[in-house]
């Protein structure tokens, strides 16, 4: 778990020291929509299968 937390803590720093403070990634509201629909649908894949065992 020590090593799981120390790579992500290394993985978020070397993002965040390139990142630029200004850049924001751009999404319409489209892939918005679609990005929500394809999370609810493993949502209720796994509820679905969890009631079903």
């Known amino acids: 778990m ?3 937390i120390m790579t992500l ?4 720093a070397a993002t965040a020291a390139s990142a630029n403070a200004f850049a924001v990634p751009e ?3 489209l892939e ?3 990005a929500v629909a394809a999370l609810a649908a493993v949502v209720l894949l ?3 299968r969890r009631r079903a065992a």
């Open 2 to 4: 020590k090593t799981v």
């Open 9 to 12: 803590t290394a993985v978020f």
């Open 27 to 29: 999404i319409s509201a």
């Open 32 to 34: 918005g929509t679609a």
């Open 46 to 48: 796994v509820w679905e």
